[in-house]
């Protein structure tokens, strides 16, 4: 009995000493577990006197229960002083203040973008993508600029590097989206109706010239359009996108891939420095445009006796520009983050079709 009385003590001593859930199942396990103290005195039983036996089974069985008991309750008091400690270290002062978060903002060529392609998606235009490498073929053949055309050194070309012996076809940064016409009519044919904005380049920078800039082509193809209706369409979005009636000017001019074509001004006044669009009797160019020329059609696969259409290229930072008031072309491609705090759109500020943004 003595025995058991040292048994006892030590299992209890250790379940009160036991720090954590761990050691107190450590401690189970070699006391009450299958092959714990416990059972192997179990198994002295057999080899009792009866009477010894009538005195030792009842004893070691409430022992059993008395350490099982004794562990369920350190148990639950680790339970209780792990759960007090967590409230102790892990709190959380609610009153204090946010960390604030940078915030950015959407470049206005984007927000533009956005504005433009809103507006000629109403009037049936769908938007067109291209490669900005692109082949010279694209970028000038398919558009009745052969090599050696003066055009192409109008153009400021940037050439992709070429190694010796490489006999691909020469690459060029696209100097317009134009490029996208061809591609547009090569893969769907005619009738069509399309806009294509995006990165365009050429070897200039000054105030009102950087070598990356933003054009959308716009491109209609049918059997019987005109300039009239191009001039329409072109009356219609420049309204919407200025949210004032805008008047139209066309001139004369020369593309190689349209015939006729012209040179589009907007109306627009001085006053004291400060320009104002769609009044006055000032004007201010924004694109060129035309009639595709049949040769450009061949060249994509379209019947020019069957079909015909317009097609013009506009550069979306100058009407950004022009309808934010925004000065140097320039600061549009510094990442200067207080330009583009100042000039930048909120996330939500989702373009509308009159031109506005809210707020
Ligand atoms: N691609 C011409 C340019 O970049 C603009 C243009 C497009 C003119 C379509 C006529 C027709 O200057």
């Keep these: 009995m003595d025995d058991l009385n040292r048994l006892r003590s030590k299992i209890l001593d250790g379940i009160g000493a036991a720090a954590d859930e761990a050691a107190l199942e450590d401690i189970r396990v070699s006391a009450v577990g299958k092959k714990g103290e416990v059972a192997l005195k179990m198994r002295e039983l057999g080899r009792m006197t009866p009477e010894e036996r009538q005195v030792?089974?009842?004893?070691?069985?409430?022992?059993k229960d008395e350490v099982n008991s004794a562990?369920?309750?350190?148990?639950?008091?680790?339970?209780?002083?792990?759960?007090?400690?967590?409230?102790?270290?892990?709190?959380?002062?609610?009153?204090?203040?946010?960390?604030?978060?940078?915030?950015?903002s959407i470049h206005p060529v984007s927000q533009v973008s956005e504005e433009v392609s809103a507006i000629f998606a109403d009037m049936g235009f769908s938007v067109a993508e291209g490669p900005q490498i692109e082949t010279d073929f694209y970028n000038f053949d398919a558009l009745n600029i052969p090599p050696h055309h003066p055009a192409r050194q109008e153009f400021d070309t940037f050439y992709m590097h070429r190694d010796e012996g490489d006999d691909r076809a020469p690459h060029v940064l696209r100097t317009h989206t134009s490029p996208v016409q061809i591609r547009h009519m090569e893969k769907h044919g005619a009738p069509c109706r399309v806009i294509a904005p995006g990165r365009v380049y050429r070897s200039d920078y000054d105030q009102t010239h950087t070598p990356m800039f933003h054009q959308v082509e716009g491109l209609a193809i049918d059997k019987d359009l005109s300039m009239a209706n191009l001039k329409w369409v072109l009356e219609e979005f420049f309204s919407a996108f200025f949210g004032i009636e805008v008047k139209t000017r066309f001139r004369a001019s020369h593309f190689p891939f349209t015939e006729p074509s012209a040179e589009v001004d907007i109306q627009c006044s001085w006053v004291n420095g400060q320009l104002k669009i769609g009044e006055g009797d000032g004007w201010m160019e924004v694109l060129g445009s035309g009639m595709v020329h049949p040769k450009v059609l061949i060249a994509a696969g379209v019947d020019p006796d069957k079909w015909q259409g317009f097609a013009f290229g506009m550069g979306i930072d100058r009407i950004a520009m022009l309808k934010y008031g925004i000065p140097d072309l320039r600061a549009f491609f510094d990442s200067d983050l207080r330009w583009l705090r100042h000039y930048g759109f909120a996330a939500l500020d989702v373009p509308t079709l009159h031109g506005g943004v809210s707020g």
Excluded: C, F, H, Y
């Design 71 to 104: 562990i369920a309750a350190k148990k639950a008091g680790l339970a209780d002083s792990a759960l007090d400690e967590r409230l102790r270290t892990e709190w959380l002062d609610v009153t204090l203040p946010g960390r604030p978060r940078a915030q950015g």
């Design 56 to 63: 030792a089974g009842p004893a070691l069985n409430a022992l």
